[in-house]
């Protein structure tokens, strides 16, 4: 049988194996000049030479001393901070690369990645094939349910058969309902986002390389992140000034854009596990989806595999059940129908063989080399934000200031100051030294999991999500409001204060005036970029406006300054009756209080001109004065015992997996909707829920909602405090009351004497904090004299092998009065210990 000739045209097809072969040795030979790390070779002969032309390959290898390399005028090395990245520049097939899901443009539209979320977008993916099936039922019922209305009234059974009909139908009314709101809470619990793909650097032979591979995914979950995806970035596109599409049909495309090779890992139906190498755009990522609507394509053609009926030409028959999998056989087949359409002289100008005629092949710079593969992934990202902070095309708000976040994030550690921040700003860490930047880089920005933050952790923590989460956060406040050295003594001179080696790294990066030049709009700038960037560690996410006016003009200039201690000894410290340890804790909270399923801090609500009009008038602000004051206020619905629940919960249930549960059985119901009858009407009750505390502390079958917020803790409740004081003003201003409280057994308002049996019960209340707190204390002096001792000894052990000379005198005496010093000290802490015993028997 004679072999057909491939018609010729504009479209290219793609060269035989071997030249991919000869690329992937060119390509390894020239990272290896470089000092560089290529991708797997698989990834290059599957994903690179299977989208280049049969004469672009041979444009891009020289000979040199009998060793295949790349074409000096192919490739390209960019420097991005410390890390270097080879770029290869050649024409690939226009509908070879897909978008990248991970384009910081889209940031906002996924949710951290966790196994209990993934699990929940195969369930999300059931229950819309569901809710599509409800639907499709209930259209037939609906068109049964016509045709028997419709049918002679005369028929002996017409009344019988037009209320089967009609019952049927309410039925199928009732599964789309049910369907809907099982979707809708899915939805809800997803916090109305998909879970960002995990990418991580591909390996050969166990070894990193400079590439990406995604976790595996069953074909119905690759399908429905790419088309969640798309949908956002052509959302986002719309911003646009002009079409993008039709600029591409008509004048292609003029700059390159950047790739990088990744695979899908796929899980078929039949159990089989595709893996299929592909190109990203990293860059450009908007026409890249262009270019695939123009061919006619979408995305998740690309990445899981080509229907069949859309290679094959119309004369030939084609199985829709049918995916081809090469890419170098996908891209010749369509580039044949292409040519073969575009030589007919009946093709309409509609036709893809038309339309895309200027970007049947596209300019592409694409990542073949980088010095450090386990970074690869940031520095992309990186690269992306760069190439988008200069163009024109305007940003969603909150996705520009995650950008702006990571430069800042960069920035420190491109200084080298990352460490050192990190150090002064977590004294009680186990070792900054043991800290993996990397991960630290892609933790503060919501690129990877917090676990790297676990060196952060006081040796006595456990390592949690909810103590993970407090470390990122206080880490990233630290970031965006650095604070800066003490003003030195006046002495009636002028004097340039000196602002330290953090806040220059955040006036470049944030482009801020002077330092003493700091006004109210760059307060509230920080405070939008401080609320941006700890959205990302939430699952649901609320408006970032919700935190407006929580930073001031003094925390921009002097830096937000926070309480050291850890949740652990917060908590500790606010059950043993210390306001001071409250303020930090609610500062703490603040984030979980905004983005929650049921947000307890929205931006500043009400209005100005009456309550009856829009209701109550509260900023942030005065939600988190009201929630710091409850500590100290007077109201019989407010218990110490139910602050520290409600604390607990806070912080505790952004991560948690199930819903909520009311304690005798039954479902529970938001605080604001128990009036309502209709269950279907309340909002449906997600993981990441937590139930009112009664005053014991104990939960109740209630869902804490905005109301609860606003009824349990007033704005009228805030009116004492200090609204625009800084986290340390709040806490000074706080324990000064508190003083006060104790010296004269009275309330902060000046309120009459506390009674004496309130006053004893809380002090029993408070002992076995205090207690507990002693014992901490104890065991870390305990600690720090064996550490001590175990020094000493090191150093005598070395003076006697090496015959050093001893210490002078006076020395060794200046250290031993210091030692007797700390030694009475802990005799006489023993002593009062032995008259705490006593009084214990007596309490």
């Known amino acids: 049988m004679a072999s057909t000739k491939r018609p010729a045209g504009i479209y290219p097809y793609i060269g035989l194996p071997s030249w991919g072969e000869r690329l992937a040795d060119a390509i390894k030979n020239t990272c290896e000049d470089q000092g560089l790390v290529p991708p797997p070779r698989a990834a290059i002969t599957e994903g690179l030479a299977t989208a280049l032309g049969e004469t672009e390959i041979k444009k891009l290898i020289s000979t040199l001393r009998n060793r295949k390399v790349l074409n000096p005028t192919a490739s390209r090395v960019v420097q991005s901070g410390n890390d270097r990245v080879l770029l290869l520049i050649a024409d690939v097939h226009g509908a070879s690369v897909s978008p990248w899901d991970l384009n910081d443009r889209t940031v906002g539209i996924w949710s951290p990645p966790s196994p209990e979320a993934a699990q929940r977008v195969a369930e999300l993916i059931a229950a819309e094939t569901a809710l599509d099936a409800a639907k499709k039922a209930h259209k037939a019922a609906e068109k049964e349910r016509e045709t028997r209305r419709r049918a002679p009234s005369e028929d002996a059974h017409y009344a019988t058969a037009l209320a089967a009909a009609e019952s049927k139908l309410a039925d199928a009314s009732e599964q789309v309902r049910e369907a809907e709101r099982r979707k809708t809470a899915l939805l809800t619990s997803l916090g109305n986002r998909l879970p960002r793909p995990v990418v991580r650097a591909a390996e050969e032979d166990g070894e990193p390389m400079a590439a990406l591979v995604l976790a595996e995914q069953t074909y119905e979950q690759a399908v429905h992140v790419q088309r969640y995806a798309a949908g956002h970035l052509e959302r986002f596109g719309r911003t646009r000034g002009y079409d993008l599409a039709e600029s591409l049909v008509a004048a292609g495309q003029l700059s390159r854009g950047m790739s990088v090779l990744q695979q899908w890992r796929i899980k078929n139906a039949d159990g089989t596990l595709s893996e299929l190498w592909r190109m990203v755009a990293v860059t450009a990522n908007n026409r890249a989806l262009a270019r695939l609507n123009v061919f006619g394509l979408r995305p998740e053609h690309i990445v899981t595999g080509m229907p069949q009926t859309l290679v094959k030409p119309p004369s030939n028959k084609a199985d829709p059940g049918v995916r ?42 694409i990542v073949v080399g980088c010095s450090k593969p386990a970074a690869l992934e940031h520095v992309l990202r990186g690269l992306n934000v760069n190439d988008h ?26 200084d080298g100051k990352l460490v050192e921040l990190l150090d002064e700003t977590f004294p009680m ?11 630290v880089r892609n ?19 456990k390592v949690t999500p909810a103590a993970l989460r407090d470390i990122a956060v206080r880490a990233i406040t630290a970031l965006v409001f650095p604070e800066i050295p003490p003003a030195g003594p006046g ?23 002077a330092w003493s030049q700091t006004r109210a709009p760059n307060a509230e700038n920080r405070t939008r970029l401080w609320s941006a960037a700890i959205a990302q560690l939430f699952l649901h996410r609320a408006n970032i406006l919700a935190a407006l006016g929580l930073f001031t003009v003094t925390d921009a200039k002097e830096g937000a300054s926070q309480d050291p201690g850890s949740l652990k000894e917060l908590f500790l410290r606010a059950e ?12 703490r909270m603040v984030p979980a209080l905004i983005h929650a399923p049921q947000p307890l801090i929205t931006p500043g609500q009400g209005s100005e001109a ?20 409850a500590y100290t206020a007077k109201a019989e619905n407010i218990s110490r015992a139910l602050l520290l629940a409600f604390a607990r919960s806070v912080l505790e249930h952004p991560d948690a997996v199930l819903a909520p549960q009311a304690p005798g059985g039954g479902k529970p119901v938001c605080y604001g909707e128990r009036a309502e009858k209709d269950e279907t009407q309340r909002s449906p009750i997600v993981p990441g829920m937590i139930l009112v505390p009664d005053l014991a502390g104990e939960p109740t079958g209630i869902v804490v909602d905005k109301a609860w917020f606003d009824e349990t803790f007033p704005p009228d409740l805030a009116q004492n405090a200090n609204h625009g004081s800084s986290t340390a003003a709040t806490a000074a201003s706080t324990g000064a009351e ?3 409280t104790s010296a004269t057994a009275a309330t902060a308002n000046g309120h009459a004497p506390q009674d004496p049996r309130d006053r004893l019960a809380i002090l029993r209340q408070e002992m076995a904090a205090r207690i507990e707190l002693v014992e901490g204390s104890y065991q870390l002096a305990a600690s720090a004299a064996r550490e001590l001792m175990g020094r000493f000894g090191e150093a005598i052990d070395l003076r006697a092998e090496l015959e050093e000379e001893p210490l002078p005198a006076d020395q060794r005496i200046q250290w031993m009065e210091k030692l007797t010093a700390l030694r009475d000290a802990a005799k006489a802490g023993a002593a009062e210990l032995e008259n705490v015993e006593t009084l214990i028997l007596k309490l």
């Open 324 to 365: 081809l999998l090469n890419q170098r056989e996908v891209l010749n087949q369509f580039s044949q129908r292409l040519n073969e359409a575009d030589a007919k002289e009946d093709t309409g100008p509609e036709d893809p063989a038309r339309r895309a005629a200027k970007i049947a092949t596209v300019p592409m710079e």
């Open 389 to 414: 902070l200069r163009g024109i095309q305007p940003y969603d708000e909150e996705a520009r200031l995650v950008a702006l976040f990571a430069t800042l994030v960069d920035a420190y550690a491109q």
């Open 429 to 439: 860490a186990q070792g900054t030294d043991l800290l993996d930047l990397d991960g």
């Open 443 to 461: 933790a503060l920005t919501a690129n990877g999991p917090l676990d790297p933050l676990a060196a952060l952790l006081p040796a006595d923590e």
């Open 491 to 513: 002495n009636g001179k002028r004097q340039v204060r000196d602002t330290g080696a953090f806040w220059p790294i955040v006036r470049a990066s944030m482009q801020e005036p």
């Open 576 to 587: 043993a009756g210390e306001p001071a340890a409250w303020a930090a804790l609610v500062r």
């Open 610 to 629: 009456g309550a009856g009009r829009k209701g109550v008038r509260r900023s942030p602000a005065n939600a988190v004065a009201a929630l710091t004051m």
């Open 738 to 740: 508190d003083n006060a």
